[in-house]
Structures are given as C-alpha cells and as structure tokens.
C-alpha cells in the first residue's frame, strides 16, 4: 500500500443523495470526479443545480476540485473509488445487488495495481467481500488484497436534514487489512469534523449500518402498533406518548408510514441474509409488516372517521397533503403515501395529492395549490412545514371542511 493522503484522486461513484454531498466535501481538500450514469444529471450539477435540494449552488461551488462526469474514462486516473450506488429490493422485498455488481464491473475496467475502492452503500454483512469484490477481481484480473483493496465506510445522510450535513455526522471506517484500515480513517477523517469510528472489520461495518435502520424500523412498529390499539381505545396517542415521554429514557418517537430507502428498505437486507444462514428473525419480519399494514390501517381509518362525522365520501373528491417520504424534503423513494394514494382510488374516490416539493407531474395526479378550493376533504399525511402552517386556510378552502389528521385523533 503505498497510497496517502496528499497524492491521492478520488471518483465518487453515484452522485445521489449520498454521492453528491460526500463528492462536494471531499472536493473541497481533493481532485474529485464524481461519477453518474444519468447524462442530465450530470448537466445540471454542471450548472450548480442539485434537484435534490442536498447541496445548494454556493456548497457546489465552494468545491472547487469536483469535476462531474458521466463518461467512464473520466474515472481512469482516480485510485481511491467510492461507491454509493443504491441497494434496493425486488418486488419480493429481496436485495437487489445489480446497481452494485454494475459499479463493480464498471470498476473492474479501470482500477489499477495499488488503489482502494470503498463501498457505501447499505447492504448485509458480507456484501462487499463476498458479492461485489469477486466482480471486480473477475473483471480486472487482479488480486484482493495483493493488487487492490477495499473498504467500507456506510453512508450517514439524513435527507432533508440542513443541520447536520455530512461533515457532521460520525463516520464508520474500515478496510481489507489493518493497513487499509488505517488510511480509510484518515481519509474521512480529514474531512468529516465530527470524527470517525475505526470498526475492526468490513464485515462489523455493514453489519452496524444496517443495524441502525432495523432498530428505527422495530421501534417506529411498535409505537404504530399503540397507535392501533389507543385507536380502538379512543384515546389519543399523541397524549399518550407526550405523557410518557415525561419520563427521561422513553423513547419518543410518533406513528406514522414507514417509507424512504433507509427503514422501508434496509431491514430486508438482513432479514435475507439471516435466513440464509439458517435463522428466521422474527421480530424484523414482524416489524416490517406492521409498518407496511399502516396503509391500510389509516385509509380504514379515514373512512371511518368520515363515516362517524356524516361526510358522504362515495361523492367527494379528496386531496392528500405531502408524498413525499418525509417532512420537508423532496425525495419521493419508496414514499407510502403512493399506497395510499392507490388504496383510495381502489375503493372508488376521486383522489388527487397536493405537495409543495413535488414539482414535476406525476400521471396527472398532482395539483397545484391554487386547485384545492375544488375539493371537499384532505387526507394530511406529510407534515411539511408549508402545509402545516397552511391548514386552518386550506380548511377554509375545502367544501366540507374536514382535514383528516391520523396523529390527532380528533382531526381538524
């Protein structure tokens, strides 16, 4: 290993939510190419315009050393690669490896003799190791460990978050060998300023990222769960959890859909890989399906709070407020209010989705604001900023005048 930190040339791998912010810092201390199949994309990071809204046009420009590409021999000359592509499931929630075994193909062509590549993306233990290095090997003809290494270092984004940017998130670090190890740290040490965290193998690091997201996903199920029963109960579990939460190691979190890449897709990663070695997780699984049944739960929900407030629904045209995955941000990836969205066109409503960071139009099915005033009821299920502080005029707005709020009982 003959790599420091001086001398080396980085290619950021997918230019995303976690590629482009990682590629902007980085680019700032180093010469970074930052790598992306999309050609538009690429154009408008040209530009200085993330549709993302993760990095802002001064953010972009500050990194002076970025060069975005989408042309593969523009990579040819890094030797440290970091990949951040996305790990999605198939339609049978089972991992979906392809946008990984394709960046490692992709690497296979150009790495050389002596540069590191470092994996990101959220996957099982012994992804990297076991399913992505062998492709590169294949590809390359060289040796892991002899004529390349590796690392992993899982992203920590929080889409939509303005706080805490990636600089100042703790990263996890973690290489082939200890010396690989020891330069992967000092790498993102010398630009993440709230410090890293030196796991002691690639295997420890995927294993404590995915670990992360199932522990939200578990906790979130069973906060859903209370609200399911306080429901029956008629009480009202956002008093129930303030109450609660008076006490100093309760865990305040509210119900609500589980959607995005983090919690509703990650935990399916080791729920896959345990079963494959020989053990049913049942509390993950269980989670999983609690959190996906909140569709249905609150869309039965609705329509029995507009049947107990005499609001004929067979007639009304109903407007969702928010789709995407969460509050103000605008990533839409794996969003729930799609389902429910269907869920209520599947029982025969006139339903349409009002949503202030959704600016394309997606089939038809979206509408401005100045549209509201031709609907009767809305279904709030994104407590965006803008719509919160929008709600006593978008009432006013409505023909009948009903604002159905699944965290507040008693509705609007």
Same mark, same amino acid.
């Given at each position: ?15 995303? #939510?976690?590629?482009?912010?990682? @590629? ?23 530009? &200085? ?20 590409? $989408? ?31 394709? @960046? ?14 470092? #994996?990101?993306?959220?996957? #099982?233990?012994?992804?990297? %190791? ?20 590796? +690392? ?15 600089? $100042? ?11 690989? @190890? ?5 790498? #993102? ?78 935990? &399916?990663?080791? !729920? $896959? ?5 020989? &053990?049913?997780?049942? !509390? ?8 996906? +049944? ?13 049947? !107990? ?33 269907? %869920? ?7 339903? @349409? ?7 394309? $139009? !997606? ?19 994104? %407590?965006?900023?803008?719509?919160? %502080? ?23």
């Amino acid at each position: 290993m003959k790599l420091v930190i001086s001398q080396i040339k980085i290619a950021v791998i997918g230019l995303g #939510y976690v590629g482009l912010p990682l @590629a902007c810092e980085f680019g700032k201390k180093f010469d970074v190419v930052g790598f992306d199949v999309d050609k538009n994309r690429v154009e408008e990071l040209k530009l &200085y315009n993330d549709v993302t809204d993760e990095v802002t046009e001064r953010e972009l420009k500050e990194a002076s050393r970025l060069e975005c590409t $989408d042309k593969i021999e523009n990579i040819a000359n890094a030797n440290v690669y970091i990949v951040t592509v996305p790990t999605p499931v198939d339609v049978n929630n089972k991992p979906d490896l392809s946008p990984l075994i394709k @960046a490692s193909e992709m690497l296979g062509h150009v790495i050389k003799k002596g540069d590191v590549i470092i #994996y990101e993306s959220t996957v #099982y233990p012994g992804a990297t %190791e076991e399913d992505c290095i062998p492709v590169v090997e294949r590809v390359s003809g060289l040796k892991f460990n002899e004529d390349f290494y590796a +690392g992993y270092s899982p992203e920590r984004i929080n889409p939509g978050d303005k706080t805490r940017r990636v600089k $100042d998130i703790l990263k996890i670090t973690s290489g082939s060998n200890p010396i690989i @190890a020891g330069f992967v740290d000092d790498l #993102y040490r010398s630009v993440i300023v709230a410090g890293t965290h030196k796991a002691p193998t690639i295997k420890v690091a995927e294993a404590a990222k995915v670990i992360e997201n199932v522990q939200r996903d578990v906790n979130i199920a069973l906060v859903n769960e209370f609200y399911q029963i306080f429901t029956k109960l008629g009480i009202n579990t956002l008093d129930v959890i303030e109450a609660a939460a008076t006490k100093w190691n309760f865990m305040k979190l509210k119900p609500g859909l589980v959607g995005g890449h983090c919690i509703g897709v990650d935990p &399916y990663y080791l !729920l $896959d890989k345990a079963e494959r070695s020989g &053990y049913i997780p049942d !509390l993950i699984r269980t989670a999983r399906e609690i959190n996906n +049944g909140m569709v249905s739960t609150l869309v039965n929900d609705f329509i029995r709070y507009c049947l !107990l407030n005499k609001v004929n629904i067979s007639n009304s045209r109903v407007v969702i407020l928010g789709y995407t995955f969460k509050a103000d941000c605008p990533d839409i990836r794996n969003t729930k209010v799609e389902d429910i969205y269907q %869920e209520l066109r599947s029982v025969g409503l006139d339903v @349409a989705i009002y949503d202030p960071f959704v600016c394309k $139009d !997606l089939s038809g099915k979206f509408i401005s604001k100045s549209d509201l005033v031709e609907f009767d009821l809305a279904f709030l299920a994104v %407590e965006h900023t803008d719509i919160i %502080e929008s709600l006593d005029k978008i009432k006013s707005q409505l023909s009948k005048s009903l604002i159905y709020n699944f965290q507040n009982n008693s509705s609007l």
